[in-house]
Structure formats: structure tokens, C-alpha cells
């Protein structure tokens, strides 16, 4: 999702009306990226795709951040599942090279779960790698490591906050 859209939601809209309009948990990006030169292979639609090479890692949000909605594709295959992977058939296209092409999964419903599908590079919960094919639940403030990638999750009333909060 672009920060800059999301911030200008943030500042037309109240907090209800802009959970209303997201109301989806969101991935922070924490890994610091560099990004490289895109082809235009890899177009998709805006605020599904984060592409480069982690180099380092944040400690704290930061500033101006990438954010990945945990959403469904309108025209996703899997219907019962939130995909994320390189494959930009996932509902999460990530182009790092620690991602798999099919490397998780994200389990909807009263409460959020995550399973990893047997990635090479595995999927860490709160710094712990997470069995393969098991949901493990997972809340908002949880560290998501997706191969190479370090994330956070964030419900709609945290992003709001963190948008709204002053940033320059």
C-alpha cells in the first residue's frame, strides 16, 4: 500500500470511517530494502508488492513505511487462504530472495493464523521458525519473518494511529 495514499486517508478521514475503508490487519515492512531496477514483468496492482534486498533492520517503525494489506486478491484462486510469495499469483507478491514462490499462508477468521508451505528460508513468529503445514495464531505487534523479510502486524486502528502520529 502506498504511504502516501494511506496518509492523505489518514488525514481526510475519522478513525471509524478510515477502519471502515481498510479493515484489514497490515504487514509493516521492518527489513530495510534496497530496492532494485523493476522490469515490467513485475508490475501488479499497487499495495500488493514489495520488491528488493533487505539489508538491514529497523528497530522501531519508521517514518514513511511499506505496507502490505492482508487481503485477498479480487481474483484469487485460493479462496480460503490469504497467499504470499513470489508468485504473483499470491495475494502478497514479495520479490526478495529469501521468499519462495509459494512460501505462506495466511488462515482468515476470528482469529488470524499463519502456516509456512515448506519454504526454503522458513517463516519466524516473534524470532521462533514456525513448523512447516502447522497454523500458528498470530495478533497484531506480532514480528512476521518471511524468509529474508521481517514484518509487523498492525490492525486498522494501529495504522491509523501510526499514520496520524507526527511524521514527517
Not at 497467499?83 to 504473483?88: I, P, S
Not at 513468529?125 to 500458528?136: E, F, L, N
Not at 529474508?148 to 486502528?157: A, I
Amino acid at each position: 500500500m502506498n504511504y502516501s495514499i494511506l496518509a492523505e486517508l489518514a488525514r481526510a478521514l475519522t478513525r471509524e470511517d478510515f477502519v471502515a475503508r481498510l479493515p484489514d490487519p497490515v504487514l509493516i515492512v521492518m527489513s530495510e530494502l534496497e530496492v532494485e531496477e523493476a522490469s515490467g514483468d513485475d508490475d501488479t496492482q499497487v499495495g500488493e508488492q514489495i520488491a528488493g534486498v533487505p539489508k538491514g533492520l529497523r528497530t522501531s517503525v519508521p517514518n514513511k513505511f511499506e505496507a502490505l494489506a492482508v487481503r485477498k486478491k479480487r481474483h484469487s484462486e485460493d479462496k480460503g487462504h490469504i497467499t504470499v510469495g513470489r508468485e504473483r499469483t499470491c495475494d502478497i507478491v514479495v520479490r526478495t530472495p529469501g521468499i519462495s514462490k509459494h512460501h505462506a499462508h495466511f488462515i482468515p477468521g476470528e482469529t488470524l493464523q499463519l502456516v509456512d508451505l515448506n519454504s526454503q528460508n522458513g517463516t519466524w513468529v516473534d524470532g521462533a521458525r514456525i513448523a512447516p503445514d502447522r497454523p500458528v495464531e498470530i495478533k497484531p505487534g506480532t514480528l512476521v519473518t518471511f524468509g529474508d523479510l521481517v514484518t509487523q502486524l498492525v490492525s486498522p486502528l494501529e495504522l491509523y494511529r501510526l499514520l496520524k502520529s507526527a511524521r514527517s
